[in-house]
């Protein structure tokens, strides 16, 4: 920690900081500056008591943290990606993973429909919400149980692992039988319980950012699994919150590229929420692979005009396929594979993948 | 709603997207314009099916939403003020409150210093955490029901009401006994879960705006809690996050404005959070009251330097009493009166307010 | 500054960052810590080389300025505020001024109206824009000349000082008989050429903030200026841009009681282009009084619904009467004096304030 | 336009309204709604006066436009994209453009040798800035005249048109010999007088987002430069402020991908100053391509970490080398093809590109 003093700290403000430092159990070190004093604070800011404190003393102008506050995520940590198995498929590898699926399970002939346009288009999980946290209290709040005994089902059907949001701990006991991939929502990322709840299951989580998390939140969100004993996580982006209207979110491609550089996780892009729009799904999917994203998570839906929720940013089967066929010079170029999909049903073991 | 269609839309096309919204139960009507095509579509927007799927259409350009989506917190639905109770506290009458606390509760001493300070000096009632989101996971996470049997030791002692943040369904119970307000923070604010669990308590909600939430979202989720049965919610401002670094927060005066003139719940500031700095604890004090907040939510702690959280943004008891005698003037110039702390101890039934 | 040097980095590498950082002229002070070793540069940062551009360095993590960037504009260099003269009013000590006017000059039966219904509420200066920069090439771009005219007219008529935006430095010499203080707008914040050339003309300048100005870049605009020998500069916070819709820009209140904390400058607010709209102005203005503004700009048009330009966030004069009596309980809270009106004519000589 | 009326609105409030919208020039179509009444108003809203200063009305609660404001620009008035011709290569077809050189001029050793390395490497246009407008006053403001002279130097031994930085319109006519491309920096995206001054030289123009601009007042801006004349504009995506500090701006790729769909115009973007780090330079620059750029903007330095600006974005010339063939096999899989270098010197006839 360097703790800035200000210009009007005299000797004895100096020397009480330096004791304040001490007795935190940090070896301090002053440099005294042309126009300020400062206070290098030795110790390990991860484990020990944090000097951020310090600044509500009247003499300190500014406490800076030297240290990364993730460790277990970090490449530094572990160089090499974590493979995250979902289903037979592995997240981190050469393999790239298209997800797809409606926002919400509206019915089963929705979901079979999807799945199997969505498989033979070349996806290989499907996603689709049973319990949706809305904005409004009046939206559609998902279909609950009756939810997952259709995706249970279009499992059974397609083999297609499933992919779908937990919105509460108390759902985790009929969901555990059925899902592959628990996936964390945006409003939720920094629901720290639900994440604890989610590490003792030990499945696979999808991380989704938060509306307004910041790269180094989403990685201490994944390091809260992480430091729980869950390390089988997939990052998502999913655009952030910004004055920019002509999207639904600002899909911060960036933090793609920076996650594939700092985290040992696998990354996905999630255009869909990101756009908020059909119109640019293609080129944003292609962009996310092009900066390295191991994989995709698409809405797509039977009658996108009609859909419980999330209708404008869902492709339709036939806009999905072409999608397909998009991104696979950009895939081949960057030495991707898209991943095959199983032909076989899947055991019904799903909480062993 | 209103649906724009695109320049290019053709005669079929319009009849489609009317036969569309008539079908979705709508009555249709066509504006021929100068340079787009209309369909304004009747219907209450707030219990049918929404047509802002139509927006996946390829002639639809854009879908305009006419209602306002809240209705049982708004002005238009009842116009007086909710009266919220809080132990034998009012918020939302003329009487103005001080809740003032730590942010952690760290142990007996610490909670029992700073409610006698902030008591003496006109604070009635007292926040501190015992259950901690914190961004890191390395970071102190509170004491949990160790921290509730302070908090419950302390409200005997000093008759101060509790107002302490709830994280987790399953830290209710436990917390119900203790408890006169229940904090949502602004990690939780769609946790949609949690605020149906906190409905069906009846108890008095704190609602803190999410970090990037929008005016709307926070009114919707109150909505969420008055819906299922629970109004006594009290609305708290605490800055959003924009691109400025030079305060934790940007404190959002114009929500409180908002907040006041378009929903009828109390309102109060939470200044601490917003600034994350003690030097315009003050200042934005003074200014939520002249914006019309009818209360302050303030982190007081009796060694912000060596507090476990939120000590950069924490007042020691003298700055606090100081800051209760600067909004005095203003309290008076805007004909609020702060309201008196209750002498005697609080009665144990605090699960009736 | 300090050097964050990254895990990796190695002992020839802290030497060779070591050597680099002497080269410029810097001390380097070696800290070893924990996770991270850390070279603190001590020199003087505004004056010398900055050393951020050592953070191109493969071992550089990260650079750490520890100075602030603004000097001649600080409370540090002066800890009293400089008096801003706009005609024969002073902005910065007791006296609070309210500068009102429409958006736009439009015709001289405008102005005289508004300029005659303001004076008689208790403005003390006139604002209006014959030059207006708008968003679309469509809009009404201002009268030019003509509307200087005007305003030189309204000006020997009522005795009010004119405040009205400069948008390009060829527009200077015909403005410089005519207006008093000359406004920057958010716009050309960062238009450092424009500030250059009216640092020349040793008037007075409202500097308004950018849409996306940090605190710190408009404390450097204005140090822009006062470096080029021209400190008659007024700060005025109008909003920042952000996620939130509900108004046209986030009124950034903590930015005034920050301004007023740390730069020797007076403050003022304009909370008509933070709200967007009328009703919530009056709440506005009285927290900026609370949070230690020096005055308020307001917009006030005699037909707002007929307005050329931000009829939405316009008074009417008997509205903008009605805020003058809303503010004045909160200035006299905050011992602040309303200025008074001259009662003359204003003489001639405009350019020697 | 789309006008909502608030419930209270009686029969008299909507006949006001209808009868406002007339005397504008507009026909009223009033629409009565389940819970507001809505008039819309037929009529050419870029060339007739707006009607949203009729939200200035009591009864009023929302005007919404429903044309695009920018014309001349969009694909609606030109399928096509506009060639955009920069000495003898042309931006918007087939042919992929690399601009890369140093943020500043420093002198002429520096020039020479980033142009000679970039083009060798497959840049075809150099850039660097001799006006350069800096946050704060203390730092660097380029060479000015002596840097145009460096630039021209430079131009015409390598024979690389010139992309530099116009801050002030006193500046053209010793520009108007050398350039070939006239910047506009991010912080005069909206100063509308150096656009239209820019528009008078007929020149093309690289127009760089604003730090805090919507695509829509991207948009705006070159419209701005099309209205007036000159319809030669290369728009450039640089990043918009967020509140994530991992990068220096948020780079928004959506904006590209938008850009490319519903203007006219070629697009580039400008990763260094997006990222404001080297390390994810490559990433952002593929992603750029796969979402449709027509060409990169790179800061080159021949030593960044001696820089006078902007060292930390900026790469060395082995790293630049290294990130041109990083892009070569997106743009293949795209269809684009790298431009290739004149080889031999460009005439002198600058003004006539």
Redesign the interface.
């Known amino acids: 920690m360097?703790i800035?003093l200000k210009?009007i700290a005299t000797k004895e403000d100096i020397q009480s900081v330096v004791d304040?430092v001490r007795q935190c159990g940090y070896e301090p070190?002053v440099?005294?500056?042309?126009?300020?004093t400062?206070v290098?604070a030795?110790?390990?800011?991860?484990?020990q008591?944090?000097l951020?404190?310090?600044?509500?003393?009247p003499v300190v102008e500014n406490?800076?943290p030297?240290?990364k506050?993730?460790k277990l995520v970090s490449r530094?940590a572990q160089a090499e990606t974590t493979l995250v198995h979902a289903g037979r498929h592995c997240f981190g590898a050469r393999d790239f993973h298209v997800i797809a699926g409606p926002c919400s399970v509206e019915n089963l002939e929705q979901m079979l429909s999807v799945a199997e346009s969505a498989k033979a288009a070349g996806a290989t999980l499907l996603r689709g919400g049973a319990y949706k946290?809305?904005?409004?209290?009046?939206?559609f709040q998902g279909l609950g149980e009756e939810g997952l005994a259709i995706l249970h089902e279009v499992k059974q059907r397609t083999g297609l692992p499933i992919v779908t949001e937990v919105?509460?701990?108390?759902d985790l006991i009929p969901m555990l039988k059925i899902v592959d991939v628990f996936q964390i929502g945006a409003?939720?990322m920094?629901?720290?319980?639900?994440l604890a709840a989610l590490a003792r299951t030990g499945k696979p989580v999808l991380l989704k950012r938060?509306?307004?998390a910041?790269?180094?939140?989403w990685f201490?969100a994944a390091?809260?699994l992480a430091?729980?004993g869950n390390s089988q996580v997939i990052l998502c982006e999913r655009g952030?919150?910004?004055?920019?209207?002509?999207?639904r979110n600002?899909?911060?491609?960036?933090?793609?590229?920076?996650a594939?550089?700092e985290c040992n996780l696998p990354v996905i892009a999630d255009p869909s929420h990101?756009?908020g729009?059909?119109?640019?799904i293609s080129?944003?999917s292609?962009?996310?692979?092009?900066?390295?994203a191991d994989g995709l998570m698409i809405e797509v839906h039977p009658h996108?005009?009609?859909?419980?929720s999330d209708?404008?940013?869902?492709l339709?089967p036939e806009q999905f396929s072409l999608l397909m066929q998009d991104i696979l010079?950009?895939l081949?170029?960057?030495g991707r594979r898209l991943s095959k999909p199983d032909n076989g049903t899947v055991k019904t073991d799903a909480t062993n993948p």
Do not use: W
């Not at 951020?52 to 003393?57: C, G, H, I, R």
């Open positions: 360097i800035v210009a304040e070190h440099i005294t500056g042309v126009a300020r400062v290098a030795v110790g390990d800011e991860t484990t008591q944090t951020e404190t310090l600044a509500s003393l406490v800076l030297i240290q506050r993730y530094e946290p809305r904005t409004s209290p009046y939206d919105v509460s701990e108390s409003r939720n920094m629901n720290y319980s639900l938060g509306l307004s910041t790269i180094e939140e201490l390091e809260y430091k729980q952030i919150r910004t004055f920019e209207c002509a999207t600002t899909f911060d491609i960036s933090a793609i590229a920076i594939k550089q990101a756009a729009r059909i119109d640019i080129a944003l292609r962009a996310a692979i092009a900066a390295g996108p005009e009609k859909a419980a209708g404008p940013q869902s339709n010079p950009v081949s170029a960057c």
